[in-house]
């Protein structure tokens, strides 16, 4: 079992001002874990499959959690979302939908899709570090999350 | 047809052609394809004299609209003694079109080999533009949907996000500078978020209503009493709050989407509550009218509702631009909402079919008065 402040957080977002507050965000809510960020869904499929191959049973490289934006270029939110549900290695990692999108298609597709929560990103930016204070505390003091790498053995 | 020519004396044959003559496109050929006989009606759609067609196939008529296959699978068929039918695209001495439906007969020898074939025909050409109308307003409807769809993506994400990001910048300048900044400058942030807030609304209202053409869903009986009841707990607060009330009872059960028909309900009912007059608590009540005759045979049964209210009213001459979206009658500062509610009811009851209108005089409460089919035939 990992140590939860050593579980990193991937956050996948296209927009830079976003990542910045979601940056942002996490400091201030006093969330120890490490943030990594990447851009677009193909470089989000690229990443977890390096951080599993260069994973191993003692040290686990994949993110715990991942904040996903829908709207990216290249390969988009929903689309990453099918294909992580569809790979064995990377299926059981939470994803939390984090997106400016309130539509109910989009709430509805990315739960079909397997995503684990849907948040709209909020406007003001007390609210961004509310939400990650409670992101923080549900994933990591009281959900028990899957050690994917011993998992899969 | 052979046994029946078989069985008929020569005089009653000859009475029988004349009957299919007066009635259909007629030609008869021999085994090879050879025109050895065509009628009136024949010359007359192909503008052809009938001496320029004897002796010849029809490709004198060929339109090569269809492919070789289709011919060869027609000789196929009529050789091997059997009857074809299928719709024929030909040309016209002019150079126009016309279709046709076709049977060919084929006539065996003694020894069952083809000896001739008679073709009857019956054209069919108005049908066939007809369809190909058709199937270009069906073709630009599906254009058209899909680029609504594309519209509604675009107002959910594209839109949002920079607009999302004037608000979430302002409101991050506003919190560290709130003490820094003149009283005025911190007064002018507040317009931009208020501007940025509005237009959030209003594009999320465009949204609404265009959903009610991409999330469209089939249409299945609905319970109105139930939607009724529904829409009646979704206000409870603003019913409670504003000591309104809302009555109807037997309302009728119709075919619709349910959805949108909870919509409807919703939108009718908080413009009623909405517009009340200041010392008066609103009363909204919904009556149901159903009329089952189908007399004239065209009209299918349907169903009126009337969403009658105590409050402001309105003058008719507005009647047409209150469905008309982002159309308002008030100033924002009086009452709230970007004009949305009843563009979206008007096209709420279009798509089902039916009819929306109002009556009113300022002051003096208003009805608004729905129409819907309360069965459609497949599709809608």
Redesign the interface.
């Given at each position: 079992m990992r140590c939860k402040t050593s579980i990193p957080i991937l956050v996948a977002d296209d927009d830079m001002d976003d990542c910045e507050m979601i940056k942002e965000a996490l400091q201030a809510s006093r969330l120890l874990n490490e943030v990594q960020f990447v851009h677009d869904g193909e470089e989000l499929l690229s990443f977890l499959h390096r951080q599993q191959k260069l994973s191993t049973q003692a040290n686990n490289l994949l993110p715990g959690l991942i904040l996903l934006d829908l709207n990216m270029p290249k390969m988009d939110g929903r689309e990453v979302l099918k294909e992580i549900r569809k790979s064995p290695e990377l299926q059981s990692i939470p994803i939390i939908v984090l997106t400016t999108s309130k539509a109910e298609e989009d709430i509805m597709r990315s739960y079909n899709l397997g995503a684990n929560s849907f948040i709209t990103k909020p406007i003001e930016f007390e609210t961004l570090v509310q939400v990650m204070r409670d992101l923080g505390r549900y994933w990591f003091e009281i959900v028990e999350l899957p050690d994917c790498k011993l998992s899969e053995g | 047809m052979k046994k029946l020519t078989k069985g008929l004396p020569s005089k009653d044959l000859s009475l029988l052609m004349s009957a299919i003559d007066e009635a259909a496109i007629v030609a008869v050929t021999d085994k090879s394809g050879t025109i050895t006989y065509v009628n009136k009606k024949f010359c007359a759609i192909s503008k052809y004299d009938e001496e320029e067609l004897i002796g010849k196939t029809h490709r004198v008529i060929n339109s090569h609209h269809h492919p070789k296959e289709f011919f060869i699978e027609m000789w196929k068929t009529i050789s091997s003694g059997q009857t074809w039918e299928g719709e024929i695209r030909n040309r016209a001495k002019d150079g126009t079109y016309y279709w046709v439906n076709t049977t060919i007969v084929p006539f065996m020898d003694a020894d069952g080999h083809p000896e001739h074939y008679i073709a009857v025909r019956y054209e069919i050409t108005e049908r066939k533009l007809a369809e190909e109308q058709l199937r270009i307003y069906a073709k630009k409807l599906e254009i058209s949907n899909q680029e609504l769809q594309d519209f509604?993506s675009v107002a959910?994400?594209?839109l949002?996000?920079p607009l999302?990001?004037i608000?979430?910048?302002a409101?991050?300048v506003k919190?560290k500078a709130k003490d820094s900044i003149p009283e005025d400058a911190l007064d002018y942030l507040i317009r931009v978020q208020a501007s940025a807030k509005r237009m959030q609304t209003l594009i999320n209202d465009l949204?609404t209503y265009s959903r009610v053409t991409t999330?469209a869903k089939p249409f299945s009986p609905v319970s109105l009493e139930q939607i009724a009841k529904q829409a009646c707990s979704d206000l409870e607060v603003r019913i409670e709050q504003g000591n309104g009330k809302v009555i109807f009872k037997n309302l009728p059960t119709i075919e619709a989407d349910s959805t949108q028909m909870h919509q409807l309900f919703l939108n009718l009912l908080s413009n009623g509550l909405k517009f009340h007059k200041a010392e008066t608590p609103p009363v909204v009540e919904i009556l149901a009218e159903v009329d089952e005759s189908t007399n004239s045979g065209k009209s299918a049964p349907s169903c009126k509702l009337f969403f009658k209210d105590n409050g402001i009213g309105f003058e008719e001459k507005y009647l047409d631009r209150i469905f008309t979206i982002f159309q308002r009658l008030h100033g924002r500062h009086e009452y709230e909402g970007t004009g949305i509610g009843l563009a979206v009811c008007r096209k709420i009851v279009d798509r089902h079919g039916g009819t929306i209108t109002a009556t009113s005089q300022k002051g003096e409460g208003a009805t608004f008065i729905i129409s819907l089919p309360i069965k459609h035939h497949q599709g809608a």
């Open positions: - | 509604a959910a994400h594209d949002q996000e999302r990001k608000q979430s910048f409101d991050r919190l949204l999330q």
